[in-house]
């Protein structure tokens, strides 16, 4: 057996002759299928996340890496749309056909409110082969496999909600601690969840809360690569498959966009780096119509680079007004014709934390808007898709998303708590006490 690794430059293949069995598995996170489902002007990039992932299944194919753990947001929501449930059924089918195993934990976008099961859960119902891991519990046991004789003990711990997060979250690791303990073979935690030494915010758990005795931490939530150890055994996080925001360009230029195949096979797991061809992408900043000519040249110059194949983005990251935009509009125009993909923003350019959207007159950052207001990213996500949904003129998936939007009973509830409360109107005769109303 051959296994193909590419290295950080991504130009250099190494080839690892496997003389012994190897027992392998293939760790992914934040796959976000169905990302833009309900944009239709996006609806080519949600065919790279798409082919991102089939990419990754027939590599894992390839190497016959019989375990493949997606450690949380498979789905970019939680109620994925029906076209998105059949493009990962039949992406699949062949790798568990084959005796595959897929195994899952929720994440914060695949997660519905309180009252319903997680779609991981739900897949894991209709497919055979395919795991959800719950929360850890001591009276459960882990998810145990054999590999090329090796037990494998697998732990989950999705992500965890609610006004004592963290606290439930260590309590879940305090299982896993106890566990472990008395386990044999190799033990993986599968979790889906923010550290705070890598966050950039600073939130989530401190890696001294993590249980020691686990040999592999596969890690979902940061869309950067990271492969530290930690205690016994490895702590990682593979990243997005496809560069998801304009923050990850910068990464995935110097380490690459895939997932990680990791040799359990000996005392320490062995993580390698398995990069995927995703479709390329630049940031360019302008704030006067003097650099309107240097910018040009960039541009075009960054676009030649692909003659051939997909098309490549290009983000612009604009701090002038309209009279910019008015100005750079016959580039853009050019730019298009030349097979570039254009992503305007008018924030400020070092503001990189939400995605540009497509080139298009008046656009303004809705996310930061609603969010604003709302006050939670999902729940701002949501009303934004709803938006976007019932002004399309597209069939769409709308009442699901509204479905979405109320099921989260458990941030209304908050929500009318702190929120001011608005005075009451007479109209029509009837008495409205708005949100509350709606609410029911």
């Known amino acids: 057996m051959f296994l193909y690794f590419f290295s950080e430059s991504q130009s250099e293949v190494f080839i690892l002759n496997a003389v012994s069995p190897l027992v392998l598995i293939a760790h992914a996170a934040d796959t976000h299928l169905g990302r833009w489902s309900t944009k239709p002007e996006r609806e080519e990039r949600d065919r790279d996340i798409e082919d991102a992932f089939k990419q990754m299944i027939d590599l894992i194919m390839m190497e016959h890496v019989k375990i493949l753990i997606i450690a949380g947001d498979l789905f ?39 009252a319903e099961v997680p779609s991981t859960f739900l897949v894991s119902k209709y497919l055979n082969n395919v795991y959800h891991l719950k929360h850890f519990f001591l009276k459960d046991g882990p998810l145990s496999m054999e590999e090329d004789g090796k037990r494998l003990n697998f732990y989950g711990m999705g992500v965890v909600r609610g006004p004592k997060a963290i606290e439930h979250g260590k309590n879940i690791m305090k299982e896993i601690q106890s566990a472990v303990k008395n386990s044999s073979g190799k033990n993986v935690m599968v979790s889906h969840a923010s550290v705070k030494e890598y966050f950039f915010k600073g939130e989530g758990y401190e890696l001294e809360s993590f249980p020691s005795g686990v040999h592999y931490y596969a890690m979902g939530h940061l869309h950067f690569r990271i492969i530290d150890d930690l205690k016994d055994g490895v702590i990682a996080y593979p990243g997005s498959l496809e560069i998801l925001t304009i ?88 730019w298009q014709k030349a097979g570039a993909i254009i992503s305007i923003s008018f924030k400020r350019a070092e503001d990189s934390s939400l995605e540009f959207g497509p080139a298009k007159s008046g656009e303004w950052d809705e996310m930061k808007i609603v969010k604003s207001v709302v006050g939670e990213e999902q729940i701002a996500k949501l009303i934004i898709d709803l938006k976007n949904c019932l002004s399309s003129p597209e069939e769409s998936n709308c009442e699901e998303i509204a479905r979405e939007i109320t099921a989260r009973k458990d941030y ?8 001011p409360k608005q005075k009451s109107i007479v109209k029509g005769g009837e008495k409205r006490q708005g949100l509350s109303k709606f609410m029911g």
């Open 76 to 114: 970019d929501r939680p109620r994925p749309s029906n076209s998105t449930l059949l493009f990962f059924r039949d992406s699949v089918r062949e790798f568990l056909e084959r005796g595959g195993k897929i195994i899952l934990v929720n994440g914060e976008h695949d997660t519905p409110g309180v």
């Open 247 to 334: 923050d990850e360009i910068e990464e995935w230029k110097r380490k690459g966009k895939g997932f990680y195949i990791v040799d359990m096979s000996a005392d320490e797991p062995v993580v390698h780096q398995a990069n995927l061809d995703v479709r390329p992408q630049e940031i360019f900043e302008i704030s006067s119509e003097d650099e309107i000519l240097g910018l040009s040249k960039e541009v075009e110059s960054f676009i030649s680079q692909f003659s051939s194949g997909r098309r490549p983005i290009v983000n612009i990251a604009m701090r002038g007004g309209d009279s910019l935009r008015r100005a750079l509009q016959p580039r853009i125009e050019r």
């Open 412 to 419: 209304w509830e908050k929500a009318l708590k702190e929120w």
